[in-house]
T-cell receptor
């Protein structure tokens, strides 16, 4: 079946460092792709999305580009802050399915 | 918009007791999802509804779990009898429609502890 694979955490960075969290998806059709963020004690929040190849989603300084050739949707941020500490989930919705498939989540910790 | 509202935020119960979790979706959202999150298994979809009708309950772990949606503004997830392995955070989410243009809006979750 379809699946989403993201890099395992935890990821620990210093403030102002560059962030990349890798995500790949099963190349069946052309899913819509999402990144969700979960802050401690809260539910998941939609961070950004892309619905077709070469689209770039962006929000709060985070970016991710839908790469069909590498079936990837890596999350990047140029300069992280302590407030970015959270768990990040990559997700995909395939037209053949009626629900979003989530990756396992990557815990990010930023040191001051 | 108050978002998706779940209650209670925390629930501690004894093994064998009945537990009922509640969810109020965003008004106008046609889809409602129940998820369970644990360290070991991550985020699992239990069941989802469309226009108050259960569409896919293949993620419901066993007959002890049941979910209802009596109207467009309310859903419950019931565990009877509860067991320690049911301890988890349970999330409700709603969506305007299925499709790439829409994401899910999640509630803040109910942290269930069964002792």
């Amino acid at each position: 079946g379809n699946s989403v694979t993201q890099m395992e955490g935890p990821v620990t960075l210093s403030e102002e460092a560059f962030l990349t969290i890798n995500c790949t998806y099963t190349a069946t059709g052309y899913p819509s792709l999402f990144w969700y963020v979960q802050y401690p004690g809260e539910g998941l929040q939609l961070l950004l999305k892309a619905t077709k190849a070469d689209d770039k989603g962006s929000n709060k300084g985070f970016e991710a580009t839908y790469r069909k050739e590498t079936t990837s949707f890596h999350l990047e941020k140029g300069s992280v802050q302590v407030s970015d500490s959270a768990v990040y989930f990559c997700a995909a919705m395939y037209s053949s399915a009626s629900k979003i498939i989530f990756g396992s989540g990557t815990r990010l910790s930023i040191r001051p | 918009d108050a978002g998706v509202i779940q209650s209670p935020r925390h629930e501690v119960t004894e093994m064998g007791q009945e537990v009922t979790l509640r969810c109020k979706p965003i008004s106008g959202h046609d889809y409602l999802f129940w998820y369970r999150q644990t360290m070991m298994r991550g985020l699992e979809l239990l069941i989802y509804f469309n226009n108050n009708v259960p569409i896919d309950d293949s993620g419901m772990p066993e007959d002890r779990f049941s979910a209802k949606m009596p109207n467009a503004s309310f859903s419950t997830l019931k565990i009877q009898p509860s067991e320690p392995r049911d301890s988890a955070v349970y999330f409700c989410a709603s969506s305007l429609a299925l499709g790439g243009e829409y994401g899910y809006t999640f509630g803040s979750g109910t942290r269930l502890t069964v002792v």
